[in-house]
């Protein structure tokens, strides 16, 4: 298969280049797409077959739930079953936007999407490009993130190419995706908001809508029981992971600094190339190995944007060890730890 790649301006949207990408997705093939938060990798959310090959142009097990994506709010009639006062006010308040909420499903929706479960993960992208193709194509567009499963996730076309070249028949360049986090995940089957994976809307935003929340009691740990089946996409499986080594350093800064400092001299002496996860207030303390700036701890979203890059960054180095800061110290930092503990595979050392 040749993977076709055309370029859209968001700003100045080609209503027949969508056209064309919307064919794709009526008739079962695949088209990789920019929204606000990172690259999905879409088809027709309601055809069983269209879904499987989603999973396997990722690699991706078969339990991993996809999301679904909507241009309206109307379309929770046809997705989802029952009624859930809670989900209705968080799509109220920030649809559209980088929100997915869960629901029950409606029969409609196939068990190939959902992962084998009842439950079905819908969002409403804010990304003109997202939106247009969901609106042309007439169709419920399950995608995930458009990376080989495991991968860090895709912030540009180049990143979608990398992995996907040759396996899906389109990829839409609409530029950087400008969030660079997937999207925030609420349960709202129950009487409280859960949190099954943190990004740009946070736990206090949640808290301002339903006036309470909370977080899924095992998100910051690795899953243990290998049956355990993920209710949303990210929950079970090592994601985002570089192709080398990656260690997460917690503590003081200047403690951060020394030991990261230490270990770096040490697999740079033993031979390794040495990779170093850095802010804008601390890279010129780094002296060994690349050293790469991530963003500024004045502008978390700055960090946020820059995860993936960095992590893809470190692999075209062919990095075979990297250390990097942690930053648990803001709003959106439960987000970007959840990101980096399942690319360390939650090797962190506190000192």
Request: hydrophobic share 35%; aromatic share 8%; no cysteine.
């Amino acid at each position: 298969m040749k993977t076709k790649i055309i370029k859209i301006n968001s700003n100045q949207i080609d209503s027949a280049k969508i056209t064309e990408a919307a064919d794709i997705i009526r008739q079962g093939g695949l088209v990789a797409f920019p929204t606000e938060t990172v690259y999905g990798l879409g088809a027709d959310g309601l055809n069983s077959d269209a879904s499987k090959k989603i999973y396997a142009a990722k690699g991706r097990p078969s339990d991993n739930p996809l999301i679904l994506h909507i241009s309206s709010i109307k379309a929770l009639e046809d997705l989802t079953e029952g009624d859930s006062p809670l989900g209705r006010k968080l799509a109220q308040a920030f649809w559209p936007g980088p929100l997915t909420l869960i629901f029950q499903k409606s029969n409609k929706v196939p068990l190939e999407t959902t992962g084998g479960l009842d439950t079905v993960a819908i969002r409403m992208p804010s990304h003109p490009i997202a939106y247009e193709l969901i609106r042309q194509s007439g169709a419920y567009i399950a995608a995930p993130s458009a990376n080989a499963s495991g991968r860090p996730s895709p912030t540009a076309a180049d990143h979608v190419l990398e992995d996907m070249d040759g396996r899906i028949e389109m990829i839409i360049d609409g530029g950087r995706a400008d969030i660079g986090l997937e999207s925030t995940i609420v349960d709202v089957t129950g009487k409280v908001p859960v949190i099954l994976r943190p990004g740009f809307i946070t736990l206090e935003d949640i808290k301002e809508i339903t006036g309470e929340a909370e977080y899924d009691k095992g998100l910051f740990k690795k899953p243990d029981n290998d049956d355990f089946k993920p209710k949303a996409p990210g929950m079970k499986y090592r994601h985002y992971a570089p192709k080398g080594q990656l260690t997460i350093y917690e503590g003081e800064s200047d403690n951060v600094i020394r030991a990261i400092n230490s270990a770096a001299a040490v697999k740079q002496a033993e031979g390794y190339r040495v990779g170093i996860i850095a802010t804008k207030e601390t890279a010129e303390a780094y002296h060994y190995g690349s050293v790469e700036v991530i963003g500024t701890r004045e502008d978390e979203k700055t960090i946020a944007a820059g995860l993936f890059q960095i992590l893809r960054e470190f692999d075209t180095q062919q990095a075979d060890y990297i250390f990097s800061e942690s930053f648990y110290d803001n709003s959106l930092g439960q987000a970007i730890m959840n990101r980096l503990l399942k690319a360390a595979g939650y090797h962190i050392e506190k000192v």
